[in-house]
Nanobody, 126 residues
Framework: QLPLVESGGGLVQPGGSLRLSCAASGFTLDYYAVGWFRQAPGKERERLSCLTSNGEIINYANSVKGRFTISRDNAKNTVYLQMDSLKDDDTATYYC???????????????????WGQGTQVTVSS
């Protein structure tokens, strides 16, 4: 079983909503900062938002501020990304990643993370 699995992607019309899930298995997310990222074809990976192990929310991407919300359900060992008012430009593959440590804030290149999910596709189109 993969340590991090994203789900909840799909096809949605502009203005619609989706909630992505990032479920962990084999370890508890309590000790990890968990971030959401996305990558569209031909573009660099974009860091969206981070939820630290202390519960701090850091919104990195201005493009999604006020529209995307990160949250955690410790009982389900899952982190969510609620996406509202979706736009065509939000079309991408969305990934979650976990970084162990109380001081971590979802910073650094890919190898600095302990776990990455396989990604879930989000397509915004009419």
């Amino acid at each position: 079983q993969l340590p991090l699995v994203e789900s909840g992607g799909g096809l949605v019309q502009p203005g619609g909503s989706l909630r992505l899930s990032c479920a962990a298995s084999g370890f508890t997310l309590d000790y990890y900062a968990v971030g959401w990222f996305r990558q569209a074809p031909g573009k660099e990976r974009e860091r969206l938002s981070c939820l630290t192990s202390n519960g701090e929310i850091i919104n990195y991407a201005n493009s999604v501020k006020g529209r995307f919300t990160i949250s955690r359900d410790n009982a389900k060992n899952t982190v969510y990304l609620q996406m509202d008012s979706l736009k065509d430009d939000d079309t991408a593959t969305y990934y979650c990643a976990a970084q162990r440590g109380r001081d971590k804030k979802c910073q650094g290149p890919r190898p600095m993370y302990d776990y990455w999910g396989q990604g879930t596709q989000v397509t915004v189109s009419s």
